[in-house]
T-cell receptor, first 113, second 115 residues
């Protein structure tokens, strides 16, 4: 029973490029959450999605960031026109319901040159 | 050894000793808490959770204690092993146990186990 799968594990982009981060939830999970983590800090919530719907995006910057969770395929976190400050580890979690524990992937480490 | 959480984010213990990691919260209405373990280069791993109608919950080698009077919870690890070396976070959903849509995370405590 595979866990949450994120790819790529490491992503390097130059300033101004686009970054796409993918997350495949655990089998049977329809709730996906994205978090961002800076070194030596806790995780910061970004967005919560269910299939085809954004439920809560209160932690996501209004500009350049977007997320989707299509009916088929992985959830995608997209960052347009990346800047140095976007460098961080981005974690995805999934759960089988709002009241259930979130299970995390091993993250994508984004570095901006 | 004992950590006071946000004010002492690093805890170093000898293998075989018990470890205590602390976490304070501010919202007296908080009713659900989760402890996660994060090893270097990996995602957080669920350890144990506790609801506010309990004072104590035990798992395998771990115990979580909740003191609602002083808004404090602790994670106790018995017979600490080298594989326990990681950063430990307490987290809570601000919407309560039935609304786990997002988690608010503490600063974390780094546990180092000396052989």
């Amino acid at each position: 029973n595979a866990g949450v799968m994120q790819n790529p594990r490491h992503l390097v982009r130059r300033r101004g490029q686009e970054a796409r981060l993918r997350c495949s939830p655990m089998k049977g999970h329809s709730h996906v959450y994205w978090y961002r983590q800076l070194p030596e800090e806790g995780l910061k919530f970004m967005v919560y999605l269910q299939k085809e719907n954004i439920i809560d995006e209160s932690g996501m910057p209004k500009e350049r960031f977007s997320a989707e969770f299509p009916k088929e395929g992985p959830s995608i976190l997209r960052i347009q026109q990346v800047v140095r400050g976007d460098s961080a580890a981005y974690f995805c979690a999934s759960s089988s319901g709002q009241a259930q524990p979130q299970h995390f992937g091993d993250g994508t480490r984004l570095s901006i040159l | 050894g004992e950590s006071v959480g946000l004010h002492l984010p690093t805890l170093s213990v000898q293998e075989g000793d018990n470890s205590i990691i602390n976490c304070a919260y501010s919202n007296s209405a908080s009713d659900y808490f989760i402890w996660y373990k994060q090893e270097s280069g990996k995602g957080p791993q669920f350890i144990i959770d506790i609801r506010s109608n309990m004072d104590k919950r035990q798992g395998q080698r771990v115990t979580v204690l909740l003191n609602k009077t002083v808004k404090h919870l602790s994670l106790q690890i018995a017979a600490t092993q080298p594989g326990d070396s990681a950063v430990y976070f307490c987290a809570e959903p601000p919407g309560g146990a039935g609304n786990n849509r997002k988690l608010i995370w503490g600063l974390g405590t780094s546990l180092a186990v000396n052989p």
